[in-house]
């Protein structure tokens, strides 16, 4: 079985300021991981993933995050936060199909001016 | 290129009446899933479907709800009779074969049934 754990429901960090969105994911086979960003009316866009090879994994707008197995994070970050960047972040684990996604249960991220 | 479509993107009915939920995948893409997000609940997988053949439904909630993807380029989620627990936001996703996890979500339609 597999799942998602994010901590932090509510997340605020000042512009400029460094992101850190956490998750912890549990899994019984090597997981693929993602993170979706969700903004407001909006469906889920991919913002990275991890499915093997180099654990360190950038994706869009600034974003990368770590695959560390020994610890099952895969924790989101950005070095300095934009207005922009406020939004809903999801972390999700899947099978090695790529079909069957647990999503966590998102974290709202806010960016103060 | 156009991305998932969904439609309609806001729906209100009362309590007892069918609803139909529709979804556009990208052209080319082979899988197609549907979501429902919920306060309470978070993201939900429904059903996928791969070729238009759905090949997991598990995640359906009662036999009120039933899915069907006539072709590639169009697929149908039906809730009858509704209630007002149904009431969420249900997402259409697609993706390509190959490409494990990139799947791409369209708008979502937003469901209240009173």
């Not at chain 1, 770590?66 to 406020?86: I, Q, R, V």
């Not at chain 2, 806001?10 to 529709?22: F, I, P, S």
Request: glycine content about 8%; overall charge neutral.
């Amino acid at each position: 079985a597999q799942s998602v754990t994010q901590l932090g429901s509510h997340v605020s960090v000042s512009e400029g300021a460094l992101v850190l969105l956490r998750c912890n994911y549990s899994s019984s086979v090597p997981p693929y991981l993602f993170w979706y960003v969700q903004y407001p009316n909006q469906g889920l866009q991919l913002l990275l993933k991890y499915t093997t090879g180099a654990t360190l994994v950038k994706g869009i707008n600034g974003f990368e995050a770590e695959f560390k197995k020994s610890e099952t994070s895969f924790h989101l970050t950005k070095p300095s936060a934009h207005m922009s960047d406020a939004a809903e972040y999801f972390c999700a684990v899947s099978d090695r199909s790529g079909n069957q996604f647990y999503f966590g249960t998102g974290t709202s991220l806010t960016v103060i001016p | 290129d156009a991305g998932v479509i969904q439609s309609p993107r806001h729906e209100v009915t009362e309590m007892g009446q069918e609803v139909t939920l529709r979804c556009k995948p990208i052209s080319g893409h082979d899988y197609l899933f549907w979501y429902r997000q919920t306060m309470m609940r978070g993201l939900e997988l429904l059903i996928y479907f791969n070729n238009n053949v759905p090949i997991d439904d598990s995640g359906m909630p009662e036999d009120r709800f039933s899915a069907k993807m006539p072709n590639a380029s169009f697929s149908t989620l039906k809730i009858q009779p509704s209630e007002p627990r149904d009431s969420a936001v249900y997402f259409c996703a697609s993706r390509i074969a190959g490409r494990h996890g990139e799947q791409f979500f369209g708008p979502g339609t937003r469901l209240t049934v009173l």
